[in-house]
């Protein structure tokens, strides 16, 4: 059949070649030297070289992608998967089977796209041995975190509230090698879609994003460079007393006068890099704090900083136990634990004498 011209129905040369009988009437694939122009008015497909077409070695097991789609979200049909094959063959001008073939097989990138087209983003988590982003016990309480999965493997891993769970087993372990952490790109904002909210970012100085319920939040980009003065006397209508800035530069005092604020840059004379002036502003911070409490004799200093404290200590996602604010030892405190049962013990006995 090779270098000859043949006219065939199209829904056979896809059920053939791509497993399926589906809905992309329309779209051209270049495909090892055969090409699909699918919308014909007599719906066929023209084909060449046919003896040429060899599918790709794929390593990962057949349905593999729609079972890791499926237990991370809901179910799908294959053809959903092929489509976004046929669709990445495209654009990048190669062959159908680089990401999908008959068997049912679909490759990373495919999933990737899949769920990027409905709001979902797959961030790389791990690589080698090292992981890049917070600890899986702290994003599983994410609201916006779906799951794991691994690009080579595609497995998938899902918290069920007590362990994370690939399709047909538990783990205790995550693979770092290779995996991407699965979230829905549109929970962070989903709080905010009742009203106007604005986005900045450390790069852009002067540059904020604002978003309006009347355009369905459509972001428009503003450029606030030289409007610094209308900036000022805006925080100053709603902040009357010092307060503290830092961006991806610098830390600044700023107070607020009959004039306008007067910004002042902390550390200007040390040098120093932003992490380290933040942790001598932070150091010294802690020493005039309580010299301050000491000074003024009131008790009430002491709830404020341990409020504070424990503000921070939470903000950065940092775990709280009781015994860890104790003198005890945990030995100590266990034996005050078995004291008291017994001393319990010994006056329910009493009360029902």
Not at 262 to 290: M, R
Request: a neutral charge.
């Amino acid at each position: 059949m090779a270098n000859i011209c043949k006219q065939v129905p199209t829904k056979l040369v896809l059920s053939i070649l791509l497993g399926y009988i589906g809905q992309i009437d329309g779209q051209t694939f270049t495909f090892s030297g055969l090409v699909f122009i699918l919308k014909n008015p007599r719906g066929c497909a023209y084909i060449n070289n046919i003896s040429n077409i060899k599918m790709s070695d794929f390593k990962v097991g057949a349905k593999k992608a729609v079972v890791a789609i499926e237990h991370l979200l809901y179910n799908i049909s294959e053809s959903e998967l092929t489509n976004v094959a046929a669709v990445l063959a495209q654009e990048n001008s190669v062959p159908v089977d680089t990401y999908c073939q008959k068997g049912g097989y679909w490759t990373f990138e495919v999933v990737e796209r899949f769920l990027l087209q409905r709001g979902i983003k797959c961030t790389k988590a791990g690589e080698g041995r090292k992981w890049l982003l917070d600890a899986p016990r702290f994003l599983r309480e994410n609201p916006s975190v779906v799951g794991f999965l691994d690009t080579l493997t595609l497995n998938s891993f899902k918290w069920d509230g007590a362990q994370w769970k690939t399709p047909t087993a538990s783990c205790t372990i995550l693979p770092k090698q290779s995996l991407v952490v699965i979230h829905k790109m549109w929970i962070p904002f989903e709080f905010f879609y009742d009203k106007t909210f604005h986005i900045t970012t450390d790069n852009d100085d002067w540059t904020r994003y604002e978003c309006h319920p009347t355009s369905c939040w459509r972001m428009e980009t503003v450029n606030y460079e030289g409007c610094k003065n209308a900036v000022k006397q805006t925080m100053r209508e709603y902040k009357k007393s010092p307060i503290m800035m830092s961006n991806s530069k610098e830390i600044l005092m700023c107070k607020p006068t009959s004039k306008g604020w007067k910004t002042e840059t902390l550390l200007n004379y040390e040098f120093l890099s932003l992490q380290a002036s933040a942790k001598q502003v932070s150091e010294s911070l802690s020493t005039l704090l309580v010299d301050h409490i000491e000074c003024s004799g009131g008790d009430r200093g002491w709830t404020v900083m341990a409020h504070a404290l424990f503000s921070a200590f939470q903000h950065l996602k940092g775990r709280l136990n009781s015994n860890d604010l104790s003198n005890f030892s945990e030995e100590e405190i266990q034996t005050l634990k078995d004291y008291e049962m017994i001393y319990l013990e010994k006056m329910n006995q009493t009360e029902e004498v």
